[in-house]
Every structure is written in C-alpha cells, then in structure tokens.
C-alpha cells in the first residue's frame, strides 16, 4: 500500500537545527554503477529494486536530468550513508523522490538532520509542493517520520508486483521481516 503526501509550505526554520557529523555531496553524474550501489546499500533491506531493473540508459536519463538533483550522505572519509534524490521535472514541484539511510545510520537522529537539509534544498522560490511517497514495504516509522516532518497524506493506492526475491533481485533472506510472496 503506497501513501502519497505532500507539503505545501515551507516548513518554519526548526529553533534548533540537528547536528550531524555527517554531510550531503551532490553527485553531478554519478555512474549508473555507483548510484544502483548507494541505491541497494540504503533500499534493499525494504526490497527497494525499481532503480535495479531499469537500463543503464534509462538509469542515466533520469539521475542526469537537469532538473534532478542526487546527493550522497557520507562522512568525513567520504564513505556513502545515504542517499537523497531531488526531482523538479513537475513545474512548481519538487518531489523527494528518494531519501534514505542505510541500517546502521537509523535511530541516531540522522535522519532528522537529512530531512532538514531535503527541506531546505527542495523548497525554492519556484516551489509550492514538496510530495513524498512511502509504503507498507519501507521502514515501519517511515510514514510517521515524514508526518512528523509536516508533509500530509492525500491520496494511497495499492501496487503489485513480483516479489524482487523469488525473481532473482534480491536472494531469498534479504528482508526477513517481510514475508516471502
């Protein structure tokens, strides 16, 4: 079950903004190879395989567009935590296409600190919406962290596919929390 949500303002500048250690790089034009790593790393323990399946073609297509922006979550050694897409193809929009952390990175307070800085890169003086999707497959807080960051749920819908694990995606134990359909 996907739900759809949306912030149609921009969300006041938070009193106290969350520190982190961490930092956000912006990949200009990251190679299909990297992205689809970063990608698995973040996505796979919730089955996350829409960017895996696609050509390197289509891959490149759309994390090159002009108006798609990818960031990288490393460290200071510049090892890769997290992942941030940015995607303003829809006039006057802004979708946060993808935003992730990796396993480890969770619960930290992390994930309050990439959300600020989502925030404040999709809101522009040509944005009026932010919109996210999440789904019963992502991590269980997932739709109660983007309501606490203000966006509002308008619309859910139920998608269907196979599952990535009996088609060979992924192997047979990756996310045991979620059963095998």
């Given amino acids: 079950v996907v739900t759809y949500l949306e912030m149609r303002e921009r969300p006041p500048a938070p009193s106290s903004p969350t520190i982190s250690p961490l930092k956000l ?3 200009d034009h990251a190679e299909p190879e990297r992205y689809r790593a970063l990608f698995r790393l ?3 323990p919730w089955l996350w395989f829409s960017r895996l399946v696609i050509s390197d073609e289509e891959l490149t297509a759309a994390i090159h567009d002009p108006l798609v922006e990818v960031y990288a979550v490393t460290n200071r050694s510049g090892n890769d935590f997290g992942l941030v897409e940015l995607d303003f193809r829809q006039a006057g929009e802004c979708e946060l296409a993808l935003f992730g952390l990796v396993p480890s990175m969770t619960g930290r307070g992390h994930g309050q600190w990439l959300m600020q800085r989502a925030l404040h890169l999709a809101w ?3 944005v009026s919406r932010v919109c996210v999707h999440t789904c019963t497959l992502d991590h ?3 739709l109660g962290f983007y309501r606490a960051h ?6 859910r819908a139920v998608e269907t596919f196979a599952d990535p694990r009996v ?3 992924f192997d047979k ?3 045991p929390q979620l059963p095998v359909i």
């Fill in 25 to 27: 790089v912006r990949w």
């Fill in 42 to 44: 973040v996505g796979e």
């Fill in 124 to 126: 522009r003086d040509t």
């Fill in 140 to 142: 269980p807080s997932a």
């Fill in 150 to 155: 203000g966006f509002v749920p308008y619309e």
């Fill in 167 to 169: 088609i060979g995606i």
């Fill in 173 to 175: 134990g990756t996310a």
